[in-house]
């Protein structure tokens, strides 16, 4: 499913924008470093535009705290606001895992071969598979690496874990920490991502870890991947996901 910026709404309600510049209406000014507090800050960057995604429009500042070392915009579009950002982002596509009828040949072979090895280190059960694989994770660091990322810091161990995933998006994650037998969770901000994600049977929430943050489940690992330089208060987000972790849960 592919969002369609015609009729889709963001998180908080919010449409495309169709002039050149954020709504100053609509913009957060801070007096502060959004992670430690200080009030002092060095302008790094003047007239920073959006020329990657092209969903920010107009000119933005960036200033570095002496106190941290931390960047941030000032100002930066609202909490409101902000769901404009992502209408389009590349999570939309759900899990990037293409069926097995869409692939070539070669697509076919390097697939069983990363799911001979994916088998073998975390007791998955993927389909084609090849033992080739784990001789290959065994003399070439980079296919193993490129395997172990999607994984994360789990192992076969953590099977029958609890998983909490924020910033999911469509489920890479999820996908393959449900395949080695943890119990999965997610939340995203996105509708469009949390549609696709349930879609497929995960169990995802709207919105970031505060949608969790009432609940009584508890988790032994919460992953935040690409996450924590997006949210408005990293502080209190961190602060949420330590108060929902089990006794020697792990945060990563």
């Known amino acids: 499913m592919k969002s369609n910026e ?12 169709e002039s050149g510049v954020w709504p100053r ?5 801070l007096d502060a470093c959004p992670v430690c507090g200080c009030r002092e800050k060095t302008l790094m960057y003047n007239g920073l535009r959006d020329i990657v995604y092209a969903v920010a429009p107009g000119d933005w500042r960036m200033y570095r705290c002496p106190g941290c070392g931390c960047a941030y915009l000032n100002p930066r579009p609202s909490v409101a ?36 090895y994916r088998n073998r280190q975390y007791g998955t059960a ?16 980079p296919f193993r690496q490129r395997i172990q990322r999607g994984f ?13 995933d924020v910033g ?14 943890c119990e999965v969770y997610g939340a995203d901000p996105d509708p469009v991502t949390v549609h696709n994600a349930c879609s497929l049977g995960f169990q995802v929430r709207q919105g970031g870890i505060e949608a969790f943050a009432n609940d009584d489940l508890r988790f032994d690992l919460i992953t935040l991947g690409h996450v924590i330089e997006h949210v408005h208060d990293p502080v209190g987000v961190l602060r949420i996901c330590y108060a929902l972790l089990e006794p020697g849960g792990c945060l990563w």
């Open 126 to 141: 993927e389909r084609p598979a090849s033992w080739l694989g784990v001789v290959l994770g065994g003399t070439l660091p």
């Open 168 to 181: 999911c998006g469509g489920g890479n994650f999820l996908y393959w920490a449900r395949a080695m037998g």
């Open 25 to 29: 209406d609509e913009l957060e000014f």
């Open 6 to 17: 015609s009729s889709f709404s963001g998180p908080t309600g919010v449409t495309p924008l």
């Open 152 to 164: 994360r810091c789990l192992s076969k161990d953590d099977r029958g874990s609890r998983v909490l």
């Open 81 to 116: 606001s902000i769901g404009r950002a992502y209408m389009t982002y590349a999570t939309h596509e759900g899990i990037g895992r293409t069926e097995l009828g869409g692939l070539s040949i070669v697509q076919r072979i390097s697939r069983a071969l990363a799911n001979g």
